[in-house]
């Protein structure tokens, strides 16, 4: 009984719950026809005309090849008044209630309809702006990936002069490292010959004055007194020729 | 005269048929139907925002266990709602006006919530009968008390609903009937009820989407008691 409401409440609350997927696979089931819903044909934007709030624009139409513009209203005069004479329509307390009523509603309509429309319009909006944001988010995340990967790939070119760079800095440091060594190398050499040098130099110094040493403690050894007394006695007399040559060339 | 203003009231039968059964089932062909396109029109995006934020603000202190009953509250208030409103057009009839139904409504929703009270935590439920911080000489009088408030709930649900929408259709039809039979004579006196007749319309109809609330209202509180 309540079946329909329950639907309409049910198809409200469909988002939440395990029930809303459920029961579209179900009906799926119930399918024979093998109807296809793509491509869908275009919806019309608004409703259908009317006019004066509830008669469809088509009477209108329908009624205007033969009785012209005023046709459809003549036609509501005749009934009302064919209701009210014949009495089928009695006017009573009702009438008074049902004018209260409508007036009501039309009042409310006409003040409050087309507030509650933008705000139905609205609350679509905010529904499919979410829908386009997400489609606009995954869009923009994808051109973002795609200029990424692009750099990257300009970044790859670029590969080969790293590597040269790179290979240059090496050579650099392997010569260096040579010319260090060899430096190294040099230094040790030149140290142990000078070394060899200056035992050298030792020696033959060591061997000379040990020969001078001998040379002289032989010649010393060699001088007999007699010849020291007689060599200090030529000396003496040497000396005394000397003062007297000075003293005559004084003299002179 | 006095018998006519209850006419409006008889359960109306054609042929032995009873048309309370139309009167029933009809108004929800009134409603939209969700379409399978994406985007609903407007009626559907009103229907919609109206269940929801209805259904939210109802369900907000109830915990989760009670949320199985959304389904059941929401189309009880649209029912209510629709019933209601629609009873206020001329010639109409409107069901919630007969007590039967109204206590076939809040007879088993209310039950349903005491036994799922008594069921789950008993103590709990029996609990809700006495009062936090009552001085012990009130307490046996008080749990009497309480016990009886507790009965009479379904009683003043279903009534409340029927003597609130009866009372003003009452109202509507004696105003009516007072302004059309001095429409001739006295017409300034007429025009005095016509404007009273109008409020009491506005009033209607305001009263008639609160009672619906209220009952469903009054039906969660219940379900937040006991759940």
Known sequence: MMSRLVILSANSLKGSGPFGAGLVHASRSLHTSSQSRAPVPPLPETGGKVRHGIFPEEIFQLLYPKTGVTGPYMLGTGLITYLLSKELYVINNETLSAICIFSVIIYGVKKFGPSVAAFADKLNEEKLAKAQEVKDLAMSGLTQAIENEKKEQWRVEGRAMLFDAKRNNVAMLLETNYRERLHMVTNEIKRRLDYQIALQHLNRRLEQEHMINWVEKSVIGSITPQQEKESIAKCIADLKMLAKNTQAKATV | ?227
Do not use: D
Request: charged content about 5%.
């Open chain 2, 1 to 227: 005269m006095t018998m006519n203003l209850f006419n409006q009231f008889l359960s109306p039968t054609f042929l032995g048929l009873p048309l309370i059964a139309i009167a029933l089932m009809a108004p929800c062909l009134l409603y939209p139907s969700p379409a399978p396109w994406w985007q609903s029109n407007r009626w559907m995006t009103l229907q919609n925002w109206f269940i929801g934020s209805f259904i939210k603000q109802i369900f907000s202190p109830i915990n989760t266990k009670g949320h199985s009953w959304a389904l059941l509250l929401a189309t009880l208030m649209v029912f209510l709602i629709t019933l209601n409103t629609l009873g206020l057009l001329p010639y109409t009839f409107t069901p919630t006006t007969q007590l039967s139904l109204n206590m076939a409504f809040a007879v088993p929703l209310w039950l349903a919530t005491v036994i799922m009270g008594f069921r789950n935590s008993p103590t709990h439920a029996l609990g809700h009968l006495l009062p936090e911080g009552t001085p012990t000489p009130l307490v046996p009088i008080l749990i009497i008390i309480e016990s009886i408030s507790l009965l009479i709930r379904p009683l003043a649900l279903g009534v409340r609903l029927t003597a609130n929408l009866t009372a003003g259709h009452l109202l509507i039809q004696l105003v009516s009937s007072a302004a059309f039979s001095l429409l001739l004579s006295q017409t300034t006196a007429a025009s005095l009820a016509v404007g009273l007749l109008l409020l009491l319309t506005i009033l209607e109809i305001a009263v008639a989407m609160i009672q619906a609330y209220v009952f469903v209202l009054l039906l969660s509180l219940y379900l937040q008691e006991n759940v």
